[in-house]
């Protein structure tokens, strides 16, 4: 079983940066194409921005394209989502998880299109 644990949360101001990490057990990381979600409080859960299993192709949640990068290292088996510019509104939980289709070329967006998850981390953007 996939295992995925993230890191790099915290607390930004608004205007910040930060980068979060995704680092995945097993040998099949780089056969797959990875999303981060988020959730915020009392909100459903957002995507927020996916890379296929070569890093071919992304894609973005429109509240965060321009600000947000997805990109992977297959040889770390690790998944990053660079985040600038913060806003209060990216304040959630931020979540990475494995796509269910092997070497897919297409992103998914939605949450049943994706079999294992982390814990999350915490990004709190302070006004």
């Known amino acids: 079983q996939v295992q995925l644990v993230e890191s790099g949360g915290g607390l930004v101001l608004a205007g910040g940066s930060l980068t979060l990490s995704c680092i995945t057990s097993?040998?099949?990381?780089?056969?797959?194409?990875m999303g981060w979600f988020r959730q915020a409080p009392g909100k459903g859960q957002e995507f927020v921005a996916a890379i296929t299993w070569n890093a071919g192709s992304t894609y973005y949640a429109d509240s965060v394209k321009g600000r947000f990068t997805v990109s992977r290292d297959n040889t770390k088996n690790t998944v990053y989502l660079q985040m600038n510019s913060l806003k209060p509104e990216d304040t959630a939980v931020y979540y990475c998880a494995k796509d269910r289709n092997y070497r897919t070329i297409y992103l998914n967006i939605r949450a049943e299109d994706y079999d294992s998850w982390g814990q999350g981390t915490q990004v709190t953007v302070s006004s």
């Open positions: 097993g040998r099949t990381f780089s056969s797959y194409a």
